[in-house]
């Protein structure tokens, strides 16, 4: 899906140094977003990671933190862009939604779950889910209408889902699969709930969501909607 706008042009290198601030996601394994990070430098960007307690906070607070560590851009002339894994990818949806000063410039979100996850749904009521995914992961219920009323931020934005359903990697596929979940999914997030009303362009990678961050068609997607504001055609995941 692409609109209108004048950010899609033809792919040309990004100006010197054009920066592009990371989010992982819950409880990131140090390698998570190492590929993609080295990848946009190759590519001319300049990555900058932003690392934070994903576990301990409410995503209120941490969606506070966020905006706290962006005031670092208050001034700056140039476009910045963000991507974000998960949960990264809420507080970007969330952070950027108020006004910022300093000028947008492409946002894709990986495997975000935009109106939640089925299996928070299932297994909320748990009393240990908390501790083995962290206390956002229990905000996280499919459909919960305060994911809908979160703000769209006022730029282009990309999101790529992961549609490898079941991998020994990632725990969670095993529940969906023990669950019987039949809609399309990551193993963790379905395809249809990471979609997000406004968004420029979608794709699908065949990767679960474990790894989506190092799949190399995830990161092949992230540097050309970073550049050209739109998907690159590719293998359908």
């Not at 140039?78 to 990818?89: E, M, Q, R, T, W």
Request: aromatic share 8%.
């Amino acid at each position: 899906m692409i609109g209108p706008d004048d950010s899609t042009t033809p792919s040309a290198p990004p100006a010197a140094g054009e920066r592009v601030v990371l989010l992982h996601g819950l409880s990131p394994l140090p390698f998570a977003l190492r590929p993609l990070q080295s990848a946009l430098c190759r590519a001319g960007f300049r990555p900058l990671p932003w690392r934070y307690p994903s576990r301990r906070h409410d995503v209120a607070t941490l969606v506070r933190r966020f905006r706290a560590w962006l005031a670092m851009f208050e001034g700056a002339t140039a476009p910045i862009h963000f991507v974000g894994f998960s949960l990264g990818a809420i507080l970007i949806r969330a952070g950027l939604g108020q006004p910022v000063d300093f000028p947008l410039g492409r946002v894709v979100m990986i495997a975000p779950p935009n109106d939640g996850a089925n299996l928070v749904a299932r297994l909320r009521h748990l009393a240990w889910l908390s501790h083995i995914y962290g206390r956002p992961a229990l905000e996280f219920t499919r459909g919960d209408p305060w994911l809908g009323r979160l703000p769209t931020p006022a730029c282009p934005i990309g999101v790529i889902a992961g549609t490898r359903r079941l991998h020994a990697a990632n725990p969670n596929s095993w529940l969906n699969a023990l669950l019987g979940n039949a809609e399309a999914h990551d193993g963790t997030v379905e395809v249809a709930s990471t979609q997000l009303a406004g968004m420029r362009d979608f794709t699908t990678v065949d990767a679960t969501h474990t790894l989506i961050t190092r799949h190399p068609e995830t990161i092949r997607q992230v540097i050309g909607f970073l550049r050209d504001g739109r998907f690159a055609p590719g293998v359908p995941g």
